[in-house]
């Protein structure tokens, strides 16, 4: 199944999707009318569109961008951006450090937003008590929380957590290549939930956006998460953040029992295909997190009958092989290269989940 068949199910619309990062250029060709600049809160404006780096750029065009202009497809092409930008390590400009506001006010914002998804591609070891509480908020107003897991396995080997992406309540998302293996960079842990595709990913350079370089993390595959929760959404327009959750982990894909998540791939690699072509999934409860185990709950729900199932990110191409490392297997899986573009469909076990163009613009 190609993208532009799943397109055919669902694009996107209607839903919307925070991005907090480093700011949303809407001026690139492929997010030209992506950007609802007019929905940013008054009191998280500043800086929201001018992005001091390009991260949260690339995040926005890897959910919705259109691939106008040789820019970037996005998964979910017809989702809508609302861009909050926030101090992250790579801000360092002191005044404007001030200004910009913090990831967790940033995430309160997006949650007093339109916005039914907000993607958070970034991180560090540390959490604090107002991240928390804003998480909390965000989840009390019916939003669902992609989050980045972490770039530095090598340093970390499964030792530290990264946040938001463990704060209770947050979907943290790991990086695969397009053969179903995390990523040797990939941080592990009991935090990671999901894993999505993350490596071989077109990124803007710079923040001149005149020409895109290949990069992996963590970064992108939540941005594509959040996408691909788009696409779900806006099929079921109805169902509630958990409903949406539950399906993406009833269909994900592993070769491990449900109820022992691995710590590389958590409970497989997202697979929204399965969903979409399936009409009649059963969502399961409403008000029932799916996560409740290892939210703090007492038990984690039965599965719903389902289909056989902070920093930017680093450059590279290691992954690490094998069972060992969260191997997701299944089969029908390719990457491959067209004409003078670049063209990377990521299959992972049956299921499409991008279709981007890059070329190099001229400097």
């Known amino acids: 199944m190609h993208a532009p068949e799943m397109w055919k199910v669902s694009t996107g619309k209607g839903i919307k999707v925070a991005v907090v990062d480093t700011g949303v250029n809407p001026d690139t060709p492929s997010l ?6 007019q929905k940013i809160p008054k009191s998280a404006a500043y800086g929201a569109i001018k ?36 101090s992250l390590d790579s801000l360092k400009d ?23 998804i907000i993607n958070l591609s970034f991180g560090g070891p540390a959490g604090t008590p107002e991240g928390a509480d804003a998480v909390k908020y965000a989840i009390s107003k019916g939003k669902l929380l992609f989050a980045a897991t972490g770039n530095d396995e090598a340093k970390s080997d499964g030792m530290y957590r990264e946040f938001p992406a463990a704060y209770p309540g947050v979907i943290g998302v ?28 077109p990124a803007w350079c710079d923040t001149t956006f005149q020409q895109y370089c290949t990069s992996q993390g963590t970064s992108p595959a939540s941005a594509i998460a959040s996408a691909s929760a788009a696409l779900i959404w806006s099929a079921h327009p109805a169902w509630t953040a958990d409903q949406v959750l539950r399906t993406m982990i009833d269909t994900a894909g592993r070769s491990w029992d449900r109820n022992t998540p691995s ?101």
């Not at 030209?32 to 600049?37: D, H, P």
């Not at 065009?61 to 930008?85: H, M, N, Q, V």
């Not at 002191?94 to 940033?106: H, M, N």
């Open 32 to 37: 030209k009318g992506q950007v609802l600049t």
């Open 51 to 86: 992005d001091y780096q390009g991260h949260g750029t690339t995040m926005a065009e890897l959910i919705a961008g259109t691939g106008k202009g040789d820019g970037i497809k996005g998964l979910a092409p017809d989702a809508r951006i609302i861009p909050f930008r926030v």
């Open 94 to 116: 002191p005044a404007e450090k001030k200004l910009t506001q913090s990831s967790a006010a940033g995430i309160r914002a997006a949650a007093d937003s339109d916005a039914k």
């Open 174 to 201: 790991s990086a695969a290549d397009e053969s179903g293996t995390v990523g040797k960079f990939s941080q592990s842990g009991s935090y990671i939930d999901l894993a999505s595709p993350g490596l071989n990913v």
């Open 263 to 363: 710590k590389y791939l958590g409970y497989g690699l997202i697979r929204p295909r399965l969903v979409l072509e399936q009409g009649d999934i059963n969502p399961g409860p409403a008000d029932v997190d799916p996560l409740a185990q290892e939210n703090g709950g007492s038990s984690a729900p039965p599965a719903t009958p389902a289909a056989p199932s902070s920093s930017p990110a680093p450059k590279g191409e290691a992954v690490a092989k094998g069972e060992d490392k969260g191997n997701g297997g299944g089969g029908n899986t390719q990457l491959w290269a067209v004409g003078g573009a670049v063209a990377g469909l990521v299959v992972i076990g049956g299921g499409v989940f991008a279709l981007i163009r890059t070329r190099r613009r001229a400097t």
